[in-house]
């Protein structure tokens, strides 16, 4: 076995000089919590025993413990409920207990009665006589204990320091056994939970981490000195971090080679998105690419050979905690020419097909008559490709992209060293059914209305682009912000990321009237997001000058804009919304110019009525494909609008005979109710037809202009 250590020792004296009890702890959990080769989104928990006072002033025995739902890399002191021990321990003779009697009894047992509620797992801390316990998912554990040569490997590794116990779904039984083992066999330092993880303790917070680690640490060096030399070595640990930001994959050394699959997958991308949202069938998902190494390594048959791999991934989850977030197995797509879009795309349905009748077949056999989930995969693997990762938003896909990146090396190490092995179908479905998990999913508060959704906007960092991007934010949307002005889009992204963090919105470049810049955007839209259900075509530039003063070029140059590129960008939408079968909105922000051309505004009132028509003749081919098209007439936008340059303003106060200054009175008084219309009201328009709302309005127009009468729509 090799000799170096690979998980270190991480505690530092000096920081927590000076700490104790619960401080101890939060530096403690924290520590395991940042290593994402011990523990990977919200999993694992921690806890101590300690003397506190409770709320009359008595001497209690108490156990901080983990709360449910907090991440072990983040927690505060306010994250580790008080459960009075005595009431805990008073449960070890009992019978059974199911998890709902558990989490009753928990909520009895609280110090403080508004704290957060205990991990599922705390009977499991609580029955251990030890002070400080420590439990992770530790891929090197796993990878051993996920093995067929489990029981020989254990033996060698841990002889008499750990118990080892068999597979049991978390809960009061387990709890039991472990608490059994502890009081049993009072010198051992742990147990090791058979498909499940690892459990330390020990008096003394620094010891039961030392343990942990060093447990996890003798797995790993065990798997390591199989690695035969030029093996990938898959290696999640790399990406710690990147449950906070979204890690850009990482480049192949060939980029012909990675722009190529680039191209084939975001061909893909959304007719594989239909495919999971059968065709409307079932709830949309959003879907983000990924070729980093490791991956690339293992689609392609160099972690494990591609005879082995089918069988492999048929086995399942790594834990129980994965499959909530990957399901139980990925969708492996296998077609016998992946650079063919036809044949890629066939062998995708064919897969799908397939997938969805085994989970229908494993639903049926273990049912006790809760519904179905849906039959959706959380992670699909496409031979030589790479793999999207799927879920109901960007912060479930990146959970399930995270997760995967584990599991990948997990597999690999297990099939190193006797042969990947995981849990029953039977255990599987009690994890994936768990009557406590599925009870969470009824607290979730209702869907956005955008929930699910991939919009991208033109010209977003304008005005009006800037107040419907925060706009479908807040409803839900995943945006992609198209703009010439790449940094002005990114900062708009980071300000919508902010309010809505997990990777909801991006950036993009796009020159609306440059094809191959408008495929590039989209390119990267369905990469990073999968698909796209609305279209806001709202990229647009304006100029004051009389015909007869009108240069050619600027003809051009508005015709370019505000018409070519509404074309480009729309032919764009229809081809992928047309892949996908899941019908689209297309919502074009025209002008009142539309119905009411202006004086002086040429070059800009005859591109728009282009773009206008174009959005009625999209209304008539999209109608078929359930892809509806609608615009928005605005009058002038003043607030933070591009298009009122001082140039702008000066022409078309001439025009009206009035000082530019007297600009904002003027389009005011001369609507009927007299307001000033805003980016706001616009964004309001555009989300009206975006959403379900008017899923049965196509080829209509919208004023949002204070009331004109020369406007009104006829
Ligand atoms: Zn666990």
Redesign the pocket.
């Known amino acids: 076995m090799t000799e170096e250590r690979i998980i270190a020792d991480r505690w530092d004296g000096q920081a927590v000089a000076g700490l104790a009890g619960l401080d101890l702890l939060v530096y403690q959990s924290r520590l395991v919590g940042s290593d994402p080769r011990l523990v990977v989104w919200g999993?694992?928990?921690t806890s101590l025993k300690l003397h506190e006072t409770d709320f009359r002033g008595r001497d209690t025995y108490v156990m901080r413990v983990k709360g449910s739902g907090s991440d072990l890399k983040a927690v505060t002191q306010r994250d580790f409920p008080g459960v009075r021990m005595d009431d805990v321990l008073a449960l070890f003779e009992q019978g059974s207990m199911s998890d709902e009697q558990m989490v009753e009894y928990l909520a009895h047992t609280l110090i403080e009665p508004n704290s957060s509620r205990p991990s599922i797992?705390t009977l499991l801390h609580g029955f251990v006589p030890a002070r400080s316990v420590v439990?992770?998912?530790a891929d090197a554990i796993l990878a051993v204990t996920n093995n067929q040569r489990c029981t020989e490997i254990l033996a060698e590794l841990y002889g008499d320091e750990l118990a080892i116990i068999p597979y049991h779904r978390?809960g009061f039984y387990l709890s039991k056994l472990v608490g059994a083992s502890a009081l049993s066999r009072p010198t051992i330092k742990g147990v090791i939970?058979l498909n499940?993880?690892l459990i330390t303790w020990a008096d003394d917070p620094h010891e039961a981490y030392q343990r942990h680690i060093e447990m996890v640490d003798r797995a790993a060096r065990y798997a390591a000195q199989f690695i035969t030399p030029g093996t990938p070595t898959p290696n999640p640990s790399r990406r710690e971090g990147s449950s906070q930001h979204v890690s850009v994959s990482v480049e192949t050394a060939n980029p012909t080679q990675n722009s190529k699959l680039k191209t084939q997958n975001s061909t893909l991308a959304p007719t594989l998105r239909g495919i999971l949202s059968q065709g409307g069938q079932v709830e949309r998902v959003v879907m983000r690419f990924d070729d980093s190494e490791d991956v690339l390594a293992f689609v392609n048959g160099e972690t494990i050979s591609l005879e082995r791999l089918p069988a492999v991934l048929r086995e399942g989850a790594a834990?129980p905690?994965h499959i909530l977030n990957t399901k139980r197995h990925p969708l492996w797509i296998d077609a016998a020419d992946p650079t063919d879009p036809v044949a890629l795309i066939a062998a995708a349905r064919q897969a799908y097909d397939k997938w969805a009748k085994e989970y229908v077949a494993y639903y049926q056999q273990h049912q006790t008559g809760e519904p179905m989930l849906p039959a959706v995969p959380r992670v699909v693997l496409i031979r030589g490709l790479g793999m999207f990762s799927v879920g109901r938003d960007s912060k479930a896909v990146m959970i399930a992209n995270d997760i995967y990146h584990h599991t990948i090396a997990i597999i690999a190490a297990a099939e190193r060293t006797g042969g990947y092995r995981s849990l029953s179908d039977k255990d599987a479905f009690a994890a994936e059914y768990w009557p406590l998990e599925l009870y969470k999913l009824t607290l979730a508060p209702p869907e956005k209305e955008l929930a699910r959704r991939v919009a991208l906007l033109t010209g977003a960092a304008g005005a009006i682009g800037a107040g419907i991007a925060h706009r479908f934010a807040a409803a839900g949307a995943h945006v992609v912000c198209a703009d010439l002005d790449i940094d002005k889009a990114v900062t708009l992204a980071d300000e919508l990321n902010k309010a809505n963090p997990n990777n909801r919105a991006i950036a993009v470049e796009m020159n609306v009237s440059d094809e191959a810049s408008v495929q590039a955007a989209y390119q990267r839209m369905l990469l990073e997001y999968g698909g796209l259900d609305v279209l806001v075509s709202n990229a647009g530039i304006a100029q004051s000058c009389p015909i007869d003063e009108l240069t050619l070029a600027d003809w051009q140059r508005s015709f370019a804009v505000n018409a070519t590129g509404h074309f480009l960008v729309a032919r764009e939408a229809l081809r992928v919304m047309k892949a996908q079968g899941t019908g689209g909105s297309l919502v074009f922000i025209a002008t009142k110019n539309v119905t009411a051309p202006g004086k002086d505004f040429g070059a800009y009132s005859a591109a728009k009525a282009a773009e206008a028509q174009l959005a009625r003749v999209l209304a008539l081919e999209g109608g078929p494909f359930g892809i509806r098209s609608n615009m928005v007439n605005p009058d002038a936008i003043f607030s933070g609008s591009g298009l009122w340059s001082a140039e702008v303003r000066t022409e078309r106060a001439r025009s009206y005979g009035i000082a530019p200054d007297q600009l904002e009175d003027f389009y005011r008084q001369r609507n009927l109710l007299r307001v000033e219309v805003t980016a706001e009201d616009v964004a309001e328009a555009a989300l009206f037809y975006a959403s379900d709302r008017t899923a049965k309005t196509t080829g209509s127009m919208m004023p949002v202009d204070g009331g004109l009468r020369e406007a009104f729509p006829r």
């Open positions: 999993g694992g928990n797992e439990h992770s998912h978390p939970l499940h993880g834990t905690d």
